[in-house]
């Protein structure tokens, strides 16, 4: 099985980091695994998107052009990919920051407000990891066990004291129901 993510956002939201950790949760899951990042020339505020495939076989291109599973953290994001998700795929959308809404009859779109969630709960920049939480539990791609063992090698040794947050985030986006 071949699952192809594009995540997209500014800089500074963690699109790279989220992408990044799914790598990671693919490498420890025993997957084929491609990670290619992509941003503006801006520190932060810029854009940034980064392309991730897992699969079981090997990995052709590194390029996601249809992606299985679309993160869009911003409207600019959500303009730009929002109509390349594959059809039968997922699309997930921070609703406190994008107030669009996908016409799209032939995906599973899913509205989540992250940044506002992650303000509300003191998680202030970890609206990124709530989404990854939202799309493991959409998508059913890892267990919690992968997770927590794919937060702990993100996770750099010297900022080990957001371990726990980080994984309270991911919990967070796992149990939130739109409505």
């Known amino acids: 099985m071949t699952t192809q993510i594009l995540w997209a956002g500014f ?3 963690g699109a790279l980091f989220a ?3 799914l790598a990671n949760a693919g490498l420890i899951r025993g997957q084929q695994v491609s990670w290619l990042p992509s941003y503006g020339p801006e520190m932060r505020g810029g854009t940034a998107n980064c392309s991730v495939i897992l699969s079981d076989d090997a990995i052709g291109s590194p ?3 249809q992606p299985d599973v679309l993160v869009c953290m911003n409207l600019p994001s959500f303009l730009r990919f929002g109509a390349c998700v594959r059809p039968g795929g997922k699309l997930f959308v921070d609703s406190s920051l994008v107030e669009e809404r996908s016409s799209r009859a032939d995906i599973a779109a899913y509205y989540i407000p992250a ?3 992650a303000s509300d709960e003191g998680m ?3 609206a990124n990891m709530i989404f990854v939480g939202k799309v493991i539990a ?3 791609l890892f267990d919690e066990e992968t997770v927590t063992a794919a937060m702990h090698k993100a996770i750099h040794a010297r900022k080990q004291h957001l371990l ?3 994984l309270r985030a991911v919990e967070l986006g796992r149990n939130y129901r739109e409505g």
Do not use: D, K, P
């Open 124 to 126: 202030a920049g970890l």
């Open 11 to 13: 800089g500074g939201q």
């Open 164 to 166: 726990e947050m980080n």
């Open 138 to 140: 959409a998508t059913g």
């Open 19 to 21: 992408g990044q950790f």
């Open 63 to 65: 390029i996601v052009l």
């Open 115 to 117: 940044a506002q969630l």
